[in-house]
Structure formats: structure tokens, C-alpha cells
């Protein structure tokens, strides 16, 4: 993978935040990659209970200053950056006041879902995707971790398919058992559509659940990995039958190997 570019988009990234699945896997994966000699970017939403004077964050004034319009109001992009000790890994924020400074993720502090996650997620891949044509670096390969970055391959294959940036890119996505309950706003499909994105290719938003969301950023993937060991039943339904080329779910001690091959595949 020597010098190939992999742009790494996720709703979480250890050491910022708790382990769990994505986590620790949208460290581990890059990590790999880069120690192969590949070229990595990360990206994660600065969320407010990260610690940026413990992680050494910083603005990137250069970056910042545009604004993203979600769902007909402009919203400020705040780009911030920190390196991964001892890894020389960059690691990318996107931040807004009004999305992420709150002290938790996802959730208030009773579990309550917040009721803009969608557009936390909007805001989030269109944040993503201009930061990185600011950057003007190519990746031969986005691959996207967490429910929070999934709208990702919707936006790259609709709202920006004619950028020659990424005409080359190839999107992996990863699916997790690690999702949400519930539904997400009963508006979502009509925030997304506000983009110009097609109701057909989004149709399952009408019932905003985990299993329709992921399955909107398989339809818009290039292939697909099964990143948890037991994946529910219903999202290995959802891979198989897309048509996608995907990886069975690796344990650690042998992923290395097998995402790499899985990465050449596509390049």
C-alpha cells in the first residue's frame, strides 16, 4: 500500500474517545496502513467531550471559515487538527458550536438521542469533503467507519459526483452492530433531499432506523466490510444482497492482511 491514499472518515477515533468497535478500528485500521507506508487522513466530528488541550487540537485557520448550508441554514465550519502521538497521524475536527460542543456524542446525558443527528451527520460529510478538496489531496480510497459519517457515500455519489477530485475515489464502508435505537428525525429524508439528492435513492429514510440508514451508505458504497463478528442478522442481509463486493468480518490478530488484499482489489 506503499504511498496509496486513504482517507479515513468516522464517528469515532481512540484516543479521542472511549474503545468500542469503531473506535478502535478507526485507529487500528489507519495505524496498519500507514506503518505499510501508505499516505492516511483521519476525520471525526470535534465532539465537546474531547479534551483539546490534553490531545493538543488546534484551528487550522487556512481551513476554516466556510460556511455549510444544512437544511437552508448556513452553519460555520471549524476545522481543527492533532497528531496522534508517537504515530505521526494526522487527525482532522470538524466542529460547529451549534452541532458539537455539547459534553457527550450522541446522546444528553439521560440517553436521549439528540433530536439533530441527522443534520450532524449532513453537516458532517459535506464538512469532510470540502476540507478535503481545500487540501487538494486525491484519496484512492475513502473508507468510512460509524452511523455519524455513513451519509458520506450518498453525498460523494450525488451532491458532489461531478468534482474531478474524486472521480478515481473508491468508498469502503465498514457496518457495525454499533448503532442506534430508535429512529432518527422523521425529516431526515427531506433534509437529505434538500441537497438534490434523489427520493430513490434515499426512499428508506421515510423510516430512519440504523438498519435503513446504513443501508442507504451500502447502496452508495463501492464494496462493504462486516466489521463486527455477529453483524445483526438484518444488516448481512442488507450487504449480501447489494450486490457489493465485501470482506466477512476479520478478527484483529488477522485483519492486516486480509484489508489490505480487500484494499487492492479496488485500487
Known sequence: ????RILYVSSE???YLAENEVSLMSYDVPKMINDQGGQIRIFMPR???INERRHQLHEV?????MNLVVNDVDMPLIIKVASIPKERIQVYFIDNDE???????????DGVMYPDNDERAIFFAKGVVETVKKLNWVPDIIHVHGWLASLLPVYMKHYYKHEALFSETKIVTSVYNT????????????????????QESVQVLEQPNYANWMKVAVDHSDAVIIG???LDGGLTKIIESSGKPFLPFT?????????????KQML
Open 13 to 15: 477515533v481512540v484516543p
Open 99 to 109: 452541532y458539537f460542543k455539547r459534553k457527550s456524542t450522541f446522546t444528553d446525558e
Open 61 to 65: 485557520i487556512r481551513l476554516s471559515g
Open 47 to 49: 465532539y465537546g467531550n
Open 1 to 4: 500500500m506503499e504511498d496509496k
Open 251 to 263: 478478527p484483529k490478530e488477522a485483519f492486516a492482511q486480509a484489508y489490505t488484499s480487500f484494499y
Open 228 to 230: 463486527s463478528e455477529n
Open 179 to 198: 448503532g442506534f435505537e430508535g429512529d432518527l428525525d422523521a425529516a431526515a429524508i427531506e433534509k437529505v433531499k434538500f441537497d438534490g439528492i434523489p
